[in-house]
């Protein structure tokens, strides 16, 4: 089984001096490729750079270059200029991280919404596809893709611990759904099980968003507590699980569609 994972955060400072490591340990779990995630123009550079630096011979490794809403506020107007230089890179397959959090509030909204639209603008003239992040945001997520969604060639919810009807939304806006190991949590992800089997094949994604979101039903787990792509197996029993598949089916057709969705090369 050959494996995808679309959201590793690799720059991440837990992970300095271990990237390589990593990435093996991933490979040899069956993880083929991996998509390194950018959540500002300086980490969508880094991701960018690890790329490079660990993956000259083998495309085992792309990147996706964005704006996350936590950094929104940062969004000036020589920050397209940048963005659009990363994006041309070939490395770089997906705008994004970008979105709306109204979670946590890290920018305010009004500038949320802006450094979005700006990167909308930008995937629809590139026509790459998005990689975005919403938290108790549905709403208003759904309202600016609406207006741009035939533009764009594809979009993914990733990261998706939502509730039904945000899931039905998503979908009948013809968005791509990651999850993650929220699904293994049995504190938080339970309402996951039964929505997972209503995510069309063609449609649905895996994730590791390593470090974060260790998946709780991981046995042993590791001593530092920390995720990695190496883990995405787990993701993927479970998620296989509850939409009562085989773990060979479900690795084939989610890897089959993270291929189509960032035009990856074949692993």
């Not at 300095?16 to 990435?23: E, N, R, T, Y």
């Not at 929505?195 to 787990?221: C, F, H």
Request: overall charge negative; hydrophobic content about 40%.
């Amino acid at each position: 089984m050959q494996l995808i994972d679309i959201g590793v955060n690799l720059t991440n400072s837990s992970f300095h001096g271990q990237q390589a490591a990593i990435v093996e340990r991933a490979v040899e779990a069956g993880v083929s490729r991996m998509v390194l995630t950018g959540t500002s123009l300086e980490v969508s550079e880094q991701a960018l750079a690890l790329c490079h630096e660990l993956d000259a011979p083998g495309q085992h490794l792309f990147a996706t270059a964005g704006v996350h809403p936590h950094d929104a506020k940062s969004w000036t107007s020589d920050s397209e200029r940048q963005l659009r230089q990363l994006l041309a890179e070939q490395r770089v397959v997906a705008v994004g991280e970008c979105g709306l959090d109204f979670n946590r509030d890290f920018s305010p909204r009004p500038l949320q919404e802006k450094a979005l639209e700006a990167q909308l603008a930008l995937a629809a003239e590139l026509q790459l596809p998005v990689f975005l992040h919403e938290r108790d945001a549905s709403e208003r997520l759904l309202g600016i893709l609406k207006n741009l969604r035939d533009h764009l060639p594809a979009a993914v919810v990733h990261c998706f611990t939502g509730e039904r009807a945000a899931l039905f939304a998503y979908l009948d806006l013809d968005l791509h759904i990651g999850i993650t190991g929220w699904i293994c949590d049995e504190r938080r992800g339970t309402h996951l099980h039964p929505l997972v089997g209503n995510i069309p094949t063609g449609r649905l994604m895996l994730e590791s968003d390593a470090p974060y979101l260790l998946p709780r039903s991981l046995r042993p787990k590791p001593k530092n507590g920390r995720n990695e792509p190496a883990f995405l197996p787990e993701v993927l029993r479970e998620v296989a699980l509850h939409r009562g598949e085989s773990l060979e089916q479900t690795a084939a057709h989610t890897t089959a569609t993270a291929e189509a969705f960032f035009q990856l090369s074949q692993g």
